[in-house]
């Protein structure tokens, strides 16, 4: 089985413009991300999909391949599948390009029920979420899953709702689980096509969360659970707080 990693990246971000080629620690957000995809060990190879020179040129400098992609595309997931349309491989991985100390671990994690299980189309991870600030923060989002660890709903907002996590009278010590979602995909390559050509759904538009569409076009999502956290450089604050703790 070829398995591709895609990391989309794009200049023209509406909070952090040009956040794929700032540095940390002497090296572009989008290198960092580039080579800990590389020390997958499932990945067969690793692709950046841009549609910026820029980051094109950085790509190829630091030795990576890239691949110049339509500016009009609406997300990142279109992006990937321009990218890998003409590419031989049975699965693909969206690998966000804001993450720039993703764990290899997690992205192999990712990939194994799909190996697993032939008639499964799409897997993704998932973390506790240990702090209450996270469950109400609309940033972060959570997920909710069966016994058979199948996605039943992503949410910004609080999910599972509960009264006293909302009015802040709960504490860190709630019985209740929280998951936040860690937004790696791993899709077969014929569903990516058949994804972007989904029409726009009416969750996916109330709560701005592209994955939705799957699920109200009834296919399973599996979640994996995962212990490793993964951080995301959103904002230029983000980026001051990963740089405070290098």
């Known amino acids: 089985m070829i398995?591709?990693?895609?990391?989309?990246?794009?200049?023209?971000?509406?909070?952090?413009?040009?956040?794929?080629?700032i540095t940390i620690s002497g090296k572009s957000m989008i290198q960092r991300v580039y080579e800990q995809a590389q020390k997958s060990?499932?990945?067969?190879?690793?692709i950046v999909?841009?549609?910026?020179?820029?980051?094109?040129?950085?790509?190829n400098s630091f030795?990576?391949?890239?691949v110049m992609t339509s500016p009009k595309h609406r997300s990142g997931t279109d992006r990937i599948h321009e990218a890998v349309k003409n590419i031989k491989?049975?699965?693909?991985?969206?690998?966000?390009?804001?993450?720039?100390?993703?764990?290899p671990d997690n992205i192999d994690m990712a990939i194994e029920p799909l190996l697993k299980d032939k008639k499964l189309n799409v897997s993704t991870?998932?973390?506790?979420?240990?702090?209450?600030?996270?469950?109400?923060?609309p940033g972060i989002v959570k997920?909710?899953?069966?016994?058979?660890?199948?996605?039943?709903?992503?949410?910004?907002?609080?999910?599972?709702?509960?009264?006293?996590?909302?009015?802040?009278?709960?504490?860190?010590?709630?019985?209740?689980?929280?998951?936040?979602?860690i937004g790696l995909y791993v899709y077969r390559k014929k569903f990516l096509s058949e994804f972007v050509?989904?029409?726009?759904?009416?969750?996916e538009e109330s709560e701005k969360l592209e994955q939705l569409r799957i699920i109200e076009n009834g296919e399973k999502i599996r979640i994996v659970i995962t212990g490793k956290d993964s951080v995301s450089v959103d904002t230029p604050d983000d980026l001051k707080r990963i740089l405070r703790n290098l």
């Open 41 to 46: 060990k499932l990945i067969s190879s690793v």
């Open 197 to 203: 050509n989904m029409k726009k759904s009416q969750l």
């Open 49 to 59: 999909a841009t549609d910026d020179k820029r980051i094109f040129e950085c790509v």
């Open 125 to 137: 991870l998932a973390v506790r979420i240990r702090d209450l600030s996270e469950v109400r923060d």
């Open 143 to 181: 997920v909710i899953f069966d016994r058979k660890m199948n996605t039943v709903y992503f949410s910004r907002g609080i999910l599972p709702y509960n009264a006293d996590i909302a009015d802040k009278k709960a504490d860190v010590k709630s019985k209740i689980r929280f998951y936040k979602h």
């Open 89 to 103: 491989c049975g699965i693909v991985v969206n690998i966000q390009g804001d993450e720039p100390f993703i764990e």
């Open 3 to 21: 398995i591709t990693g895609v990391i989309p990246a794009r200049f023209a971000s509406t909070r952090f413009p040009g956040k794929p080629l």
């Open 63 to 66: 030795g990576g391949e890239a």
